[in-house]
């Protein structure tokens, strides 16, 4: 192979993997003078000469001419004058040689090796700089196109055709994806699998909803809203507490927008994740107030060396600080990083109530709406039915009734 046709299609390979041409000229000088030291043993005493535009390569060796019969005849760097003549007759001792050397003097076999050096390298290179890319790019939101779905992950490729992977846990539980989709997500992480870049994505993380508010909030991106914190049960509820500097800025307001215009496409993006925005404030019981919300909080013992709190509520707002499946105390007690322990008033008025609806959390819907049929909407007017009244008015089972009322007794204890 010539050297011309080896550079072309080395050079026009690199140029298709973006490869700039300092670089595609280091990696072949390095490639050659491999060749050079396998076959020369050295080579401190050669200098290349490449030009990729043209495909032209000289090798050039350059020699000190030395007598016959001197002891350095055998350095690398030395020829002797006998030979020194071979290639121009009136060279003389002390003269330097500077001989060409041609690719096909390393053979054909060294020549294939190189050629085949030279693509594993501008792979390497490619991998590396995929890496160090995406690297850089760790909590950015991208957009990648579906190409395939499976059950553990689902894997996209981005605008250069690199694959990125979302795997089943850095999924919202809503996802649901087909081939073609566009996606978007942060980059998570960036690791070497096998010797290649693997590229996971999140939809899940606290940092893809913050990304979210800096690309649909301008005061956000600005910098003149901080958001201090995030906390979210993906597609499911997130607290977002945020602050701003400027009096005259309403950090909550400007992030939910006219009618809330700009959280509607968050939320939209999140699977309809129910987001609550929070002043945040350095008032401890405050903060803990607006993050328990929308409960109202009519007394609370904070124990800061435990990190814990006591939350003392009127009996009717205990579901709604614990929230459906207990979501919102979990949030609230991660938004404000003190464990959240919520009563019900000891000093609230003996006879009252609580409507059947607040049990929801706890009641399936369709029980509840049996026990409305006959009348009965508050808690108190179920226990004070009894058990074998509700069994023989209702359609419900006896371990139904029986759960209801454990329930419902519960809350007056």
């Known amino acids: 192979m010539e050297a011309g046709i080896l550079i072309d299609s080395f050079a026009d390979f690199a140029r298709n993997k973006n490869i700039d041409r300092p670089t595609m000229i280091r990696i072949l000088e390095d490639v ?5 030291r396998k076959k020369y043993k050295d080579d401190d005493n050669f200098d290349i000469i490449i030009n990729t535009d043209k495909g032209d390569l000289e090798i050039w060796r350059f020699r000190e001419i030395v007598d016959d019969n001197s002891e350095d005849i055998w350095d690398h760097d030395k020829i002797c004058l006998t030979d020194a003549r071979k290639i121009e007759p009136d060279f003389e001792i002390g003269e330097e040689v500077a001989e060409e050397i041609k690719l096909i003097d390393f053979g054909r076999r060294a020549v294939m090796t190189a050629r085949q ?14 890496f160090q890319k995406y690297k850089e790019l760790v909590g950015e939101i991208i957009t990648g196109e579906v ?13 250069e055709g690199n694959e990125l992977n979302i795997p089943k846990s850095d999924q919202i539980p809503k996802d649901r994806y087909r081939k073609g989709d566009s996606a978007r997500a942060i980059v998570h992480r960036v690791e070497m699998h096998n010797g290649n870049p693997r590229i996971i994505l999140s939809r899940t993380s606290p940092t893809f909803l913050e990304r979210l508010f800096e690309s649909e909030v301008p005061e956000v991106y600005d910098g003149l809203i901080t958001i201090k914190k995030v906390v979210r049960e993906p597609g499911e509820r ?8 400027d009096d005259r800025i309403d950090p909550v307001g400007a ?31 405050l903060y803990i107030s607006r993050a328990l919300s929308p409960a109202k909080i009519l007394s609370m013992k904070i124990d800061e060396p435990q990190k814990r709190v006591s939350v003392y509520l009127k009996p009717d707002q205990v579901s709604l600080a614990i929230g459906r499946g207990g979501q919102n105390i979990k949030l609230a007690s991660r938004l404000v990083e003190y464990e959240i322990d919520v009563f019900r008033e000891l000093g609230a008025v003996e006879d009252e109530d609580v409507d059947l609806d607040e049990f929801s959390d706890e009641i399936e819907s369709w029980v509840i709406d049996e026990l409305k049929k006959i009348g009965l909407d508050t808690a108190k007017s179920v226990i004070r039915l ?3 009244d509700m069994v023989r008015r209702t359609d419900l089972e006896e371990e139904t009734v029986d759960n209801v009322l454990r329930v419902l007794s519960q809350e007056f204890e």
Not at 118 to 130: A, H, S, V
Not at 147 to 159: A, F, K, P, W
Not at 265 to 278: A, G, K, M, Y
């Open 32 to 36: 050659f003078r491999t060749m050079i």
């Open 117 to 130: 050096t030279l693509i594993q390298k501008i792979k390497d290179l490619e991998k590396d700089i995929l």
């Open 147 to 159: 190409y395939q779905t499976m059950s553990r992950e689902v894997l996209l490729i981005d605008g």
């Open 238 to 245: 997130a607290k977002v507490s945020v602050e701003s500097y």
């Open 255 to 285: 992030c939910v927008g006219m009618k809330g215009s700009r959280i509607h496409s968050i939320v939209r993006e999140l699977q309809n994740e129910n987001i609550d925005v929070i002043n945040f404030t350095d008032n401890l019981e």
């Open 386 to 388: 009894g058990r074998e």
